[in-house]
């Protein structure tokens, strides 16, 4: 194929909306698409996924993206719509072409009192136009990204590389974080299992508050956050009260455990576990919740030195 060759500019330019497609593709090869890659979709689908193939760079007949119909419940109706897919390197790939991406650190993972796999942290960075690295992280919840059989329980594959599987929802949503203008509306095999799974329908998550601890718990985290708060992390700081103090009202406004709300004291113990690990991993847990807007987001030492 020789579309990408064609492509004038830098390889990721967003294309007209008013390109023909056969600027990029042969009839035959548009043919071929329809019948082994696209199958099902109307012929305003098949354009939007050509438009979404040549804005992206990634070649259809190399099963680099692929295009799935699949049933979601609207309303009380159930529709036929298009999902257009790739992988994790198809993500990584045009990040990279960008030539603003690398690699960020190693995916970490959280598990519940149990030791069940419960979220993944996906970290990369972003060179902005200022010329600064940042790292840019996303979570992915077990809960929402698991494909369950009929009877409930994970596929195979999710049953035998959880973490496998939840790290690449989580670094794909990463990637969008970081490149939305390459990447929107396109996501990846693994995000979509859940849709995607043989026999089990579709229907879009309905809004429910966050499940809370129950009061036992809760009281323990705070001890556990109390405790934290004076053990030294691995570069041999440890706080005294008075900073531990600092900390609570720089980062959620309080002044003591037992005004934190439920939620702030999970997201506490997680802060200072992370710091616990190392600086890079607090700054970056810092970074993603003061992204969604659940503690401050300035992640610098005090006067005396001391990350709060």
């Known amino acids: 194929m020789n579309w990408r060759k064609r492509m004038s500019g830098d390889a990721l330019a967003l294309v007209p909306a008013s390109v023909d497609p056969s600027t990029f593709f042969s009839r035959s090869q548009i043919d071929l698409i329809k019948r082994q890659v696209?199958?099902?979709?109307t012929d305003d689908e098949l354009q939007?996924?050509?438009y979404q193939c040549a804005r992206t760079g990634l070649d259809p007949l190399s099963r680099q993206i692929y295009a799935l119909e699949r049933r979601e419940k609207v309303?009380?109706?159930?529709?036929?719509?298009?999902s257009i897919q790739t992988g994790i390197d198809g993500l990584r790939l045009i990040a990279e072409r960008t030539g603003r991406y690398a690699p960020g650190p190693e995916t970490t993972y959280e598990y519940d009192s149990a030791a069940n796999l419960r979220k993944a942290t996906a970290y990369i960075k972003k060179l902005t136009a200022d010329g600064t690295w940042h790292i840019v992280s996303a979570s992915a919840f077990?809960?929402?990204?698991?494909?369950?059989?009929q009877d409930g329980t994970p596929t195979k594959i999710w049953n035998e590389k959880r973490h496998v599987m939840l790290g690449k929802c989580a670094e794909s949503l990463a990637l969008r974080r970081a490149f939305p203008a390459e990447m929107s509306g396109l996501y990846t095999?693994?995000?979509?299992d859940k849709a995607n799974t043989p026999g089990?329908?579709?229907?879009p998550p309905k809004t429910a508050p966050p499940k809370q601890p129950p009061p036992s718990d809760i009281d323990e985290r705070a001890l556990r956050i109390n405790k934290l708060c004076t053990m030294k992390d691995p570069d041999g700081l440890g706080w005294k009260r008075p900073h531990a103090k600092?900390?609570?009202k720089k980062r959620f406004g309080v002044d003591t455990t037992t005004a934190l709300t439920d939620q702030q004291k999970m997201d506490a113990e997680t802060l200072l576990i992370a710091r616990m690990t190392s600086e890079d991993a607090y700054r970056a847990k810092v970074a993603e919740l003061a992204a969604d807007g659940r503690c401050s987001g300035d992640a610098e030492p005090n006067e005396d030195g001391e990350l709060l």
């Open 200 to 203: 089990v329908e579709y229907e």
């Open 246 to 248: 600092n900390w609570l």
């Open 75 to 82: 309303g009380n109706d159930w529709v036929k719509r298009m």
């Open 142 to 149: 077990w809960d929402e990204y698991v494909a369950l059989k």
């Open 38 to 41: 696209a199958k099902g979709v």
């Open 189 to 192: 095999s693994e995000e979509m």
């Open 48 to 50: 939007l996924f050509l």
